[in-house]
C-alpha cells in the first residue's frame, strides 16, 4: 500500500513540475466553432468560438465576442475573417494563409478620443527546443512599428524576415522560454489622441527549433534600393 502511495506522489509531483502545461493551439486560427453559411461570415461571435484558446482585451479590459468579416472604423476589438470579407477598398488587407485570419484593431471606446490598445493572448507550453517564433502579419494603414509581441509582459526584438505581396513573414527569438509555460501576446497600439483605428492582420503563428532566419535576398534587395534611392535624392 505505501508502495502506491509513493508510486502515486511521485506522479503527482511529475505532473505538478510540468505545471499540467497544455500546448498552444489555433496557432493559424483554423479552427472556429461557429456554423457559417457557404463559408459566409456575418455580425459579432463569442471570442471562444472565434478564437479557440485565445484570450482579447481592448483598453486592459477584457473582451467576449469578435466581429466576423468585418471590421470597426473607430472602435477597438477583434475579427475573424474569410474570403468574403470585403471592405470595399476602405482598408487594406485580407485572409493572408488558409481560410481565416485573425485582424486586431486598436480604436476608441465608449466614445474616449484616446486611442487603446488591443491584445490578443494564449498561455501554454512553449515547445523544448524552441529557438524561435515566426508569424505572418500586415499591418495597416501604418507599417512595421505599429504593434508589438511580448512573452510574459516582456517585448520581443521582431525581425522581418521576407515580404510577400500581401503580408511580411517576422521572427523573433524567443529561445529563453523553451520548454516553459508563458503568455504569448500580439498588441495593436492605439494612438493619443485617436486618429484612426491601427489594423493588424496576423496568421500562422509557428514555433520552430531554427534560429531567426537573416532577411531575405528580395528584402534586403528592396533595402539597397531604398538607400540607393535617398542617396540620390540627397546629391
Do not use: C
Not at 510577400?164 to 503568455?183: E, F, H, K, P, V
Request: negative net charge.
Amino acid at each position: 500500500m505505501k508502495l502506491i502511495s509513493v508510486i502515486f506522489t511521485a506522479a503527482l509531483l511529475s505532473l505538478a513540475e510540468s505545471g499540467f502545461s497544455q500546448s498552444f493551439v489555433d496557432l493559424g486560427f483554423e479552427s472556429p466553432t461557429f456554423v457559417s453559411t457557404n463559408g459566409l461570415l456575418s455580425g459579432s461571435i463569442g471570442l471562444p468560438q472565434a478564437f479557440p484558446g485565445w484570450s482579447a482585451t481592448v483598453g486592459g479590459l477584457p473582451l467576449s465576442y469578435a466581429l466576423s468579416n468585418t471590421v470597426y472604423l473607430d472602435t477597438a476589438g477583434m475579427s475573424i475573417i474569410n474570403s468574403n470579407y470585403n471592405t470595399f477598398g476602405v482598408i487594406p488587407g485580407g485572409v493572408l494563409q488558409g481560410r481565416y485570419t485573425a485582424v486586431l484593431m486598436s480604436g476608441t471606446l465608449t466614445n474616449t478620443v484616446t486611442g487603446v490598445d488591443a491584445s490578443l493572448s494564449q498561455t501554454g507550453l512553449v515547445p523544448a527546443g524552441t529557438r524561435s517564433l515566426q508569424f505572418y502579419a500586415l499591418s495597416a494603414f501604418d507599417s512595421f512599428g505599429t504593434f508589438t509581441v511580448t512573452m510574459d509582459g516582456q517585448d520581443l526584438s521582431l525581425t522581418a524576415i521576407s515580404n510577400a505581396l500581401n503580408y511580411t513573414i517576422y521572427g523573433t527569438d524567443i529561445s529563453a522560454w523553451a520548454g516553459q509555460t508563458a503568455q504569448l501576446s500580439f498588441n495593436v497600439l492605439g494612438h493619443s489622441p485617436q486618429g484612426s483605428s491601427e489594423y493588424l492582420y496576423l496568421d500562422s503563428i509557428q514555433f520552430s527549433i531554427q534560429p531567426v532566419p537573416e532577411p531575405s535576398t528580395f528584402a534586403l534587395g528592396a533595402l539597397g534600393a531604398l538607400l540607393l534611392g535617398l542617396r540620390r535624392r540627397q546629391s
